[in-house]
């Protein structure tokens, strides 16, 4: 109500408030907003600004829980009360992230308080429908008038993604609520982090190692987590960020297209991420004995690599990346990994932007030894990965052996895409790709893939926490 009321009526609104307080100490009014109005002293001080008229109807309260600081996968529970009973209305959510614009709405009826809440309550239409109380941030899409095939991606840890979330009167489309943006019955803004609070980043540079280093609070020691992207290059920091909020040392590690790293993907090699994870247990803030290596696409095939060929990698999370050596031929000083080259000649091409996930053609051979060592693996499998070839990871668990088949989890989502990232976040079905200058295909259908994103978060989580834990040792008496 505050925020509508200083719209209006700008700095005056103070004056007025101070009014009310002493007023409402002297016992002169009661405390209700439409009496004070009413009052002769009050009123007076309205016509001296200008105050022809001011409604007395309260605008409808947000309740947002959790309080404190939010972070992205904290599911939230929105409630809204002082609303019209058994009214149509339109629930809208509306994020900028550095130019980039997304929103996403819901239609609810009201009951007979007077109430709409989105743990309980099902959408009839809009960007989602049924129940999610995270649907108004999972749903959203981006505004007409942009680029094309634009992602939310949180690049700076030390703010928010702000999303505002209104109520508008009626079943509004969100080209009707563009319109009528000033029309909104009332509205409040959520703040979702990825860095929480008393988390620590260390900028690495040691070596040739490049990155940057997310601890959780306190001295540790802290599972320790290696966190790898694909193709787009640079370093990404938004996933261990969050790992790092939930008890999990995180190294944001790129290797090309970042500082004084190779320029193009043909210069790897597989050292340089041996060299990473013998830094991070040299720490005395890691727990020794093993790290985890989570990667999504050519992240994910280098996790595979990295845990075939080194007995310190206890836990890999691969997300859609391809289980056997994939484009590009991976260096390495106990002999280079020979590659499945991409054929180009096998793209698709569907509205004029590029499907891959039939251009690798690999054979059983190709499929990397993960069970060389007993690390465990979880991998995340989307049934609509148009990227990449979803089989090889069926095809990877089919050729473990039968004593360390349990090590080897597939988890598969049906219409779920090829970028699965942590929860609450929307679907990136397609995107401009700078590395080939291309517009790609990824997959994916949004209610589903949010699901998948849900689940394929807790059981990561789950992994590194039950794996990554200290050796004990027993003292010999």
Known sequence: MNVLLTRKYGSSLKLFQQIFKNLNKAKKVNSSFSTCCKHPRVNRLLIKVGVRHIS????????VSPKGHLLVDDKLHIK??????????????????????????????????????????????????????????????????QL???????????TPFRTSVSVHDGHLNLGEVRVNSD??????????????????????????LRGKLYLPPGPGPHSGVIDLFGTVGGIVEFR????????????????????????????LDLDYFMEAIDWLLGRRDIIPGGVGVIGVSKGGDIALMM????????????INGCTFCSSVRMKYSKGDLSAVPLQIEKFEVLDGKIVTKKALDYKPEDILH????????????????????????????????????HNCIVAAYKETGHLVEPPYTPLCRMSYHKSY???????????????????AWRRTLDLFHSTLLPTVVTAKL
């Open 307 to 318: 845990g075939t060929y080194s007995p310190k990698v206890k836990a890999i999370v691969n």
């Open 80 to 145: 809204l009360t002082g609303l019209p009973k058994e009214k149509k209305v339109t629930v809208y959510g509306f994020l900028e992230e550095e130019g980039k614009k997304f929103e996403s709405n819901a239609w609810f009826e009201t009951k007979s308080d007077g109430t709409v809440d989105l743990q309980i309550d099902p959408s009839t239409g809009g960007t989602y429908t049924g129940v999610s109380p995270m649907g108004i941030f999972w749903s959203m899409v981006a505004c007409p008038g």
């Open 183 to 208: 029309g909104a019955l009332g509205s409040t803004l959520i703040d979702r982090y990825y860095k929480a609070p008393g988390v620590r980043v260390e900028e690495v540079t040691d070596g040739r």
């Open 437 to 455: 200058d291309l517009y790609f295909w990824w997959g994916g259908h949004p209610e589903e893939h949010a699901y998948a994103q849900e689940d």
């Open 56 to 63: 007395t109807d309260m605008a409808p309260v947000f309740t």
């Open 148 to 158: 094309e095939g634009i992602r939310m991606m949180k690049k700076n840890m030390d």
């Open 370 to 405: 993960v069970w060389n060592h007993d690390a465990k693996v979880l991998n995340i499998l989307g049934e609509d990965d148009m990227c990449s070839p979803k089989e090889c990871i069926r095809d990877l668990k089919s050729l473990y052996p039968p004593e360390k088949t």
């Open 240 to 267: 261990s960020a969050l790992l790092a909020s939930r008890g999990i040392a995180s190294f944001a590690l790129p290797y090309f297209l970042y500082k004084d790293l190779p320029q193009a993907l043909e210069d």
